[in-house]
Structure formats: structure tokens, C-alpha cells
């Protein structure tokens, strides 16, 4: 059964559909994604999700949606800097593209977050480059991943990433491949990264973020010309460290068209 829900709606419904049952999420632009009810119960996708980005279609007009309850959509004001839709996925020329998005829904400070996304790294001409990073920056204050960075190396950032905000690794063939990242910090446990669903790396230090007046720049660093180069797909932030079963079920979810 297909139930075409309102988001207002949704946690009521999910909670009592029956496993065999389907979500079906409109957004802004009217495409339709369905997911299974039990998943996203599983997933505890409408209370804690404050991004998706699935990408299904192109909007136009330098708009992209959030499919999830904040609608903290993303934009993009000038044509020639805006990533190019294929297929379902939104390409970045590492020159000159990104989207900017809002932190709406998000706590005024923050102690557990999960990032997670598909994405196609290529080859890299800037020696500086972030996916994903808050704006304006701080060193004491940032939300950031450097995905495969100067010398090959990916680095998480969250919070102050000199009082324990920081992990790293070292990755030298994860280019011009797909491949799911998830990025958790938790307070009093650390920060990880997955690679498809797969823990690589972890610390036993965290960090908090106090969002403020930021801004989220998707494509690039905070000073919006450090821009990263490849293809991504299913961007999500969750306010809290999902579990390593929660990463590996959204991890199942887009596999196969990856």
C-alpha cells in the first residue's frame, strides 16, 4: 500500500505502518521518493534528519531541495557556478561550483552530528578543497570534510579541530570510484569515518559546534573559491551519530545504483 504523505504526517504514520508499507515523500520541486516505512524508523529519519539531498531531478534556476522536514534547500544565484545534474547525481568541476544551504532545525549548539553522502571523487587541481564546510570558517569552530586533500588524505572536522574536533586518513585509490562516506562525532565516545559502511577511522576526542549566523557550503571551502571536483548523491546530516547498522542500511538503500 502507497500512502502520499505531508511531512506534518509522517512520524504519526510511520510509526504505525506495517513493514510492507511505503512512505512516499514529496518535495518542493513534486518528485516522489519512496522508502520503506520500517526503514526510516530505522533509519529515525524524520526526527533527526536536518538534511537529504537524494538529487532525483534538476530543478533549474540554481535550486536544489531538502527532502527533509527543515527544507533547508540549496541554492545557487549565478549560472556558471552552479554543479551540473546527470543522471541523478549533481556534478562539481572543482572550479568554480557549489550550492549554499541553511542550518535550520539544527541545535544553537551541537555535540552529535552524522554526514553522510555518495560521492565520486576526481582528479583534484586544488590543493585545498572541502564537500562539505560552514561558513564563515573557524578552526575552533567548524563543520568540515576535506575528501581526498593534498596528499591524499580525508579529514573530518567538527568542532574545535584543536581540542579534540579532528580525524584523519590517509586514502590513496578512492578516486573515479563511488563510494558511501559517513562521518559521526559523538560526545564522550569520538568521531569515525565509514567508507561503505565500513569503519576506517576513529578517535576518542570530540568536539561541539555552535551554529550561530553559519551557513553550509556544499561543493567548497567557506571562501567559496576552493572548489572540490566530482560527483555526489543522497547528502544527508543527521543530529545525532547514527550506529554503524544505521549507516550500513542507508548504505543498502542507494548500492545498487552506484
Not at 571523487?121 to 561558513?135: F, G, K, L, R, T
Not at 564522550?188 to 569503519?199: D, H, L, P, S
Request: hydrophobic share 40%; charged share 15%.
Amino acid at each position: 500500500m502507497v500512502r502520499q504523505l505531508t511531512f506534518s504526517l509522517l512520524l504519526f504514520l510511520a510509526v504505525i505502518a506495517c513493514a510492507d508499507d511505503y512512505i512516499l515523500a514529496t518535495g518542493e520541486d513534486g518528485t516522489e521518493i519512496v522508502y520503506t516505512a520500517d526503514r526510516m524508523i530505522y533509519t529515525n529519519w524524520l526526527n533527526t534528519c536536518v538534511l537529504w539531498m537524494p538529487f532525483p531531478s534538476d530543478v533549474g534556476g540554481g535550486s536544489y531541495p531538502d527532502y527533509s522536514k527543515e527544507q533547508n534547500n540549496g541554492s545557487q544565484s549565478t549560472a556558471g557556478d552552479r554543479p551540473t545534474w546527470e543522471a541523478g547525481v549533481y556534478c562539481f568541476d572543482g572550479d568554480t561550483d557549489y550550492m549554499t544551504n541553511t542550518f535550520d532545525g539544527m541545535p544553537s549548539v551541537l555535540s552529535n552530528i552524522t554526514v553522510t553522502f555518495w560521492a565520486y571523487p576526481q582528479a583534484q587541481s586544488q590543493s585545498v578543497h572541502s564537500v562539505i564546510m560552514a561558513s564563515p570558517n573557524n578552526d575552533a569552530n567548524r563543520i568540515n570534510i576535506h575528501l581526498i586533500f593534498g596528499a591524499l588524505t580525508t579529514y573530518w572536522d567538527f568542532g574545535d579541530i584543536s581540542e579534540g574536533g579532528r580525524v584523519s586518513i590517509q586514502n590513496s585509490t578512492w578516486t573515479n570510484v563511488w563510494a558511501h562516506y559517513s562521518f559521526t562525532a559523538e560526545s564522550g565516545v569520538g568521531m569515525k569515518i565509514y567508507r561503505n559502511a565500513i569503519e576506517i577511522a576513529s578517535t576518542n576526542t570530540s568536539s561541539v559546534f555552535t551554529k550561530g549566523e553559519k551557513t553550509m557550503v556544499l561543493g567548497a571551502t567557506a571562501t567559496l573559491i576552493d572548489n572540490w571536483c566530482g560527483k555526489l548523491d543522497d547528502f544527508r546530516i543527521y543530529i545525532r551519530a547514527l550506529s554503524s547498522n544505521e549507516i550500513y542500511q542507508i548504505y543498502l538503500d542507494a548500492k545498487g545504483s552506484h
